[in-house]
């Protein structure tokens, strides 16, 4: 177990975290602005990579594709708060979970329907599919280092819209009460959909960028937004700063066991054991570290101010 | 008074204990295993209407005692085990005790909190579920016997049913007895005004994580029952799917009613049914009818049976 081997998981940690960020940002957001849960989420996630795949091959250039997907999942999710969602503000967190749950099952089969239940394999495009030098001598792919840059790119984006813009000071006005900001003449309505939507885009983001690295196929979005639900209680509900911590706190130790839990723990029990030990344990890991971190702090390490 | 509300009963227990018979009789045994597996299902919904409906503990991972039930029975039957008395008191027992574990950490969020959570904690059992090659991993795993029992063969089916159907009458029974003592009361009460309970000196915490084991107890029964029933044991049980399902039963039929996790639990199975008979793209019509039914039907079905009964 080289320096260089940990260095190259703990980048790939730092990848599957940034995925984790944009996906937990937008149902932070929603949960925390709105007080809805959004378990769909995970559907858009799997509808920006669908679109953005669908959008290249169509145009046959990657970043058409990215805007496309984009703008598409923008529009899916503007959509699908208008029709159903909306509605369901004033209900109670079951209503929500299970239209949502309703919503997740009827994107799955529409997938299908349109793409088929195989699995489906976009590539990166040519100018990122080159490797990099790191300075320990390993070679990294150029395709996910640029996915860390561009989800803490991401980062510094929200955090500069939440923190310093007019957009962002009614959307945390709106986050503490939504009755007095309505009361002075902000269309509320209109601001839930756009931040719903602006949440999609992320998650179409992050399941755009999945793409290249892992399949694209109906159901992909449960699996990730599972994982994304640890994010959001480690890091506290509602906070930004919370989801950022919390994701890539999860996909370092999630990217780190994968790899390494089988062989640390070879050297300790026989090597059989630790052979169907190893992977039961890494794949438990994260929900460990959540019970961990709820049994100390039950409202996350970054509880949102005034939720 | 009591004659009207034991009137219903009496009538849905005969007509689901004529049902072999009938469906015999007109050359339909598949029908009986559909209504085998409702009628098993039925008992997860039951348990998952104790703290859902009763006690208001919003469980998106009920699926993972259905998993565990069913695991109990193929390990045992794995290692060599075959008495049914043993299967049934191996996966009520870990079932109860992954309950008290999950529910010690769970019970002390609230809100949304608990629904991810316990959602999380299910997922992670899947993933357990499915990372150990030696009991079948991802592809399940077939059971080597059915649980043996004196007196009955779980191999006949009709048999199967007759059993099925009073361990639903069963657990519908004691679900009442508990709803109605003074611990249900309790329980209850927490649900509808946590700080007044509180105030007048119970703490729900107690309370409510008994409830949760008790649940999770019944729901192992079930998935005792189900690993008979479909006789092979696979990760997917405890798939957040299928908790999402059992959810759906208990409000398609009503929260916090006797009969509405039953209701549901043949409502829901026979609409599936029904659709996935007619396309191969059924859940493309499913979601949109359950979004449907949650955003305008929300007193379920018992609600129809039952005019507003306080």
């Known amino acids: ?307 | 008074m009591a004659a009207r509300k034991i009137l219903p009963w009496l009538g849905a227990a005969i007509i689901l204990a004529l049902l072999p018979p009938f469906l015999l009789a007109i050359g339909q045994p598949f029908y009986l295993d559909l209504a085998r597996r409702i009628l098993i299902l039925a008992i997860a919904a039951v348990s998952l209407n104790l703290i859902l409906g009763y006690g208001g503990l919003v469980s998106f991972g009920h699926a993972a005692y259905l998993g565990i039930g069913a695991y109990a029975v193929g390990i045992l039957g794995f290692y060599g085990v075959g008495n049914g008395w043993l299967h049934i008191l191996a996966a009520v027992v870990a079932s109860a005790l992954v309950a008290a574990a999950i529910g010690a950490v769970s019970i002390r969020t609230s809100g949304i909190y608990f629904i991810m959570i316990t959602l999380a904690f299910t997922q992670m059992l899947y993933y357990l579920g499915i990372s150990v090659a030696e009991f079948g991993g991802d592809d399940g795993m077939r059971l080597k016997t059915r649980s043996l029992f004196p007196l009955v063969d779980l191999n006949d089916p009709v048999a199967f049913y007759y059993v099925a159907l009073a361990l639903v009458i069963l657990s519908i029974f004691v679900t009442h007895r508990i709803v109605h003592s003074r611990f249900g009361m309790v329980l209850r009460a927490a649900k509808s005004n946590e700080s007044r309970s509180r105030a007048i000196g119970f703490s729900p915490y107690p309370y409510r994580l008994a409830a949760f084991v008790i649940s999770g107890a019944m729901c192992g029964l079930s998935g005792a029952l189900y690993a008979n029933h479909t006789n092979y044991i696979t990760p997917n049980l405890m798939s957040w799917q299928q908790s999402g399902d059992l959810m759906f039963m208990v409000i398609l039929g009503g929260m916090a009613t006797a009969s509405g996790p039953v209701l549901g639990a043949f409502a829901l199975l026979l609409v599936e049914d029904l659709l996935s008979g007619w396309t191969q793209h059924w859940q493309v019509i499913l979601g949109p009818l359950l979004i449907l039914s949650v955003i305008f039907f929300r007193r379920g079905l018992a609600g129809i049976f039952y005019k507003a009964d306080a």
Do not use: C
């Not at chain 1, 849960?37 to 990215?66: D, E, F, I, P, Q």
């Not at chain 1, 080159?130 to 792919?141: A, E, K, N, Q, V």
């Not at chain 1, 994010?231 to 919390?246: H, K, P, Y």
């Open chain 1, 1 to 307: 177990m080289t320096f260089g081997l940990v260095f190259e998981q703990l980048l790939n940690g730092l990848q599957f975290g940034v995925t984790l960020f944009l996906m937990a940002a937008g149902l932070t957001l929603v949960l925390g602005i709105m007080n809805f849960v959004n378990l769909a989420h995970g559907s858009l996630y799997m509808v920006g990579a669908y679109l953005a795949l669908a959008a290249a091959n169509w145009t046959g250039s990657y970043l058409a594709g990215v805007a496309l997907g984009l703008a598409g999942t923008l529009l899916v999710g503007m959509l699908i708060e208008v029709i159903a969602l909306r509605t369901l503000y004033a209900r109670d967190h079951l209503d929500q979970v299970l239209a949502t749950f309703g919503l997740i099952l009827f994107f799955n089969e529409l997938v299908a329907i349109l793409w088929g239940r195989a699995a489906l394999f976009a590539s990166p495009p040519s100018w990122l599919s080159h490797h990099i030098d790191l300075f320990t001598g390993s070679r990294y792919p150029a395709y996910r280092a640029a996915i860390i840059v561009v989800g803490f790119f991401v980062a510094a984006l929200l955090w500069y819209v939440v923190t310093r813009t007019r957009l962002g000071m009614l959307i945390r006005a709106g986050a503490s009460n939504r009755t007095m900001v309505a009361a002075l003449g902000v269309n509320i309505r209109l601001l839930y959909t756009l931040v719903f939507g602006f949440g999609a885009a992320l998650a179409g983001l992050a399941g755009l960028m999945a793409g290249p690295i892992y399949n694209v196929q109906p159901g992909m979005g449960e699996l990730v937004l599972i994982q994304v639900f640890v994010v959001v209680v480690i890091g506290g509900i509602g906070s930004v700063r919370g989801a950022l911590v919390g994701a890539i706190i999860v996909g370092i130790v999630d990217t780190l066991g994968r790899a390494f839990l089988k062989p640390l723990m070879a050297t300790v029990i026989s090597a059989p054991a630790a052979e169907s030990a190893g992977p039961a344990l890494a794949s438990m890991l994260i929900y460990l570290l959540m019970a961990a971190v709820l049994a100390f702090r039950p409202q996350g390490l970054f509880p949102a101010r005034g939720g």
